[in-house]
């Protein structure tokens, strides 16, 4: 697998001249079927939700920004990660120039960063809505925030060692690839160690302490409510229960979309992440396996799944799904209504001035 800042199957240039063993053909056929069917899943999700965004791009609150920027993140993944592997699995070879390899490299893990830190900043921001929601408030709405740029630019700057540690070298007499070479022997574990740290265990505890402070506040917020409702015309609230007690279902919603959309990166990510260390720390681990290339595709998946959750969470999800494949019945039914507005409000105008005549 060479999704990461490691391949699986072959870590090091010394290993590509010690280790000659034909790849199982079979796996190999499991392997491109799986990723071809992500690919087009999490192409068709993601691009249909950029579409429903885009058609209300005037209108767009912050959280339907950062669903717009994890959709992007999620293309960057699906393109430039998913697809490059699908084609290296055909083809067993990297086939293009040298430059092409560091490119495709960099622009994995920046997909990887992305989707990750996106997640981290709608969190973050989910936190200051709800715990300070005065904050919140005060700050303009605007398409390109700062914590959407700093998360760009986090991902942009991350990923720039894999330019210098991959690169297309003579793997064989006569056979290139794209390989990736490190500083023996500690090399290899610091960097995996590193990006590990950076890319998962930092944002995940971030993410987590944030949801705990959110769920906190809610349920302070719940507690309050029922506690004040015989009080709330004759005894005013507490600056503290002031604070919480406008928290809207519609805020709630989205920290409830906000909190699958973190499982959901947990559940898939986790298995990554862990073969990465297990193999890197691990002199025996077992690599070649089919264990270790299915949990190698959990993390994809994750590209499928946060589509899905914004669709499900918009409640619309048949009628969404509908507009993406008929989009003139939809449009043609809401100008009908539209104009059916317009006449019936125009005859009400009309006939109320008549009648003061």
């Known amino acids: 697998m060479a999704w990461f800042g490691v391949n699986i199957s072959n870590i090091t240039l010394e290993n590509a001249f010690s280790e000659h063993e034909p790849r199982d053909e079979r796996l190999a056929q499991v392997e491109i079927a799986l990723l ?25 609150s912050r959280m339907r ?34 430059v092409l390899c560091r490119v495709v490299k960099y622009l ?20 200051q809505a709800i715990c300070n929601p005065m904050v919140t408030f005060q700050r303009r709405r605007a398409r390109w925030n700062g914590p959407v740029c700093a998360a760009w630019c986090v991902s942009f700057i991350g990923s720039l060692p894999q330019i210098f540690i991959f690169s297309r070298v003579e793997v064989a007499p006569g056979v290139f690839d794209c390989w990736a070479q490190f500083i023996k022997p500690w ?12 890319i998962f265990v930092l944002p995940i505890v971030t993410v987590i302490a944030c949801q705990v402070r959110i769920c906190r506040t809610v349920h302070f917020n719940f507690h309050m409510k029922t506690q004040h409702v015989g009080e709330v015309v004759s005894k005013p609230l507490s600056s503290r229960a002031s604070s919480v007690a406008g928290v809207s279902k519609a805020r709630v919603k989205t920290v ?5 959309i973190v499982l959901a990166y947990i559940i898939c990510w986790t298995p990554f992440f862990t073969v990465q260390l297990w193999s890197v720390w691990d002199a025996e681990a077992p690599t070649q396996t089919a264990t270790f290339t299915i949990l190698m595709l959990l993390a994809s998946l994750n590209s499928c799944a946060n589509p899905c959750i914004y669709l499900l969470f918009s409640g619309k999800l048949p009628k969404r799904l509908a507009a993406l494949t008929c989009v003139d019945q939809p449009e043609i039914k809401e100008s009908i209504q539209e104009e059916a507005t317009m006449v019936s409000s125009l005859y009400i105008s009309l006939k109320s001035l008549s009648d003061c005549r």
């Open 36 to 60: 071809s069917i992500i690919f087009t899943i999490a192409g068709v999700l993601n691009f249909g939700v950029l579409l429903l965004l885009w058609k209300r791009r005037k209108q767009l």
């Open 65 to 98: 920004v950062f669903v717009f920027h994890l959709c992007v993140a999620d293309l960057v993944v699906t393109f430039f990660q998913v697809c490059p592997q699908l084609m290296w699995d055909i083809t067993d070879r990297f086939v293009g120039p040298d």
């Open 108 to 127: 994995q893990v920046v997909g990887m960063f992305a989707s990750t830190y996106i997640i981290v900043v709608m969190t973050i921001d989910r936190y």
């Open 187 to 198: 090399g290899l574990k610091a960097y995996v160690t590193w990006t590990t740290l950076v």
């Open 256 to 260: 409830k979309m906000t909190v699958v």
